[in-house]
């Protein structure tokens, strides 16, 4: 069961944290079996370890040797480090499934320098509230084994798909940073509720709802985004001026290029490794 294997996360960033809220909240791992490292900001440790229980290890390495997974959720450019001050410590019973943007599994296994299975994933912020979309792919020596409890560890903070891995730099364009495209779009649309004339706090909920409302249209009816549009657009109406002006302002080949440039920035981040 997944809920006895032990953790470790080397890293305590935003994506750390996301993941280990989503998993607790669910009851899929245990406090007693999670330990957390952090490369350098001591204070953003110690938060992480007040804010969800957990205590510090007297010996890390140990922690590490005897962790089932081990997660690495650390900046692309430091994976390098993390993993050669801890790899003496990793060995070929354990799965590391790294959320690194860019780095390949091939890059991860030779730095380990044993036949350990890797799956690299990259989920998205969302799986704070268990709605990730995570993408996976398998390494060199990871079994079926391993990518079934890959799934059963993110299908516990949203959903989870399998792609090749010369796919991930697109899943990263797409999903990974999608979130803040999302964010962004509600930014935009408060303001312009609050330039209109409505209060903030109206203007944030009907914004929400709105967003929500639409994303369980998409959802729940199986219709695609173009019909859907089309039934919500009357000729000469309210929707069909306010979607002239987004035309003007190719509002979708902005967001085309919005995605193919994050991807484009992952395939960067990964050319070294």
Known sequence: MMKEKKFTFIGAGSMTEAILAGLLEKNKILRQNITILNKSNKIRLQKL????GLTKPQQIGEAIRHSDVVVIAVKPKDVEDALLKWREYIHEK?????VAAGISTSYIESLLQANI??????PNTSCTVGLSATAICSGKWSTEQDMQLAK???????????????????????????PAYFYYMVEALEQAGIRA??????????????????????????????ELRQEVTSPGG???????????????????????????????LGQYF
């Open 49 to 52: 370890l007040q804010t969800y």
């Open 94 to 98: 354990q799965l590391v499934i790294s």
């Open 117 to 122: 299975a890797v799956i690299r994933a990259m």
């Open 152 to 178: 059963e560890i993110f299908s516990a903070i949203g959903m989870v798909v399998s792609v090749k891995e010369e796919m991930m730099d697109a899943v990263t364009g797409l999903s990974g940073s999608g």
């Open 197 to 226: 004339g409505l209060q903030p706090d109206t203007a944030r909920q009907l914004t929400l709802q709105t967003i929500l409302g639409a994303a369980h249209m998409l959802a729940e009816t199986g219709k695609k985004p173009t």
């Open 238 to 268: 309210t929707t069909m001026a306010g979607l002239e002006v987004l035309s003007k302002y190719q509002l979708d080949q902005a967001v085309i290029e919005a995605v193919l440039r994050a991807k484009e920035r992952s395939q960067e």
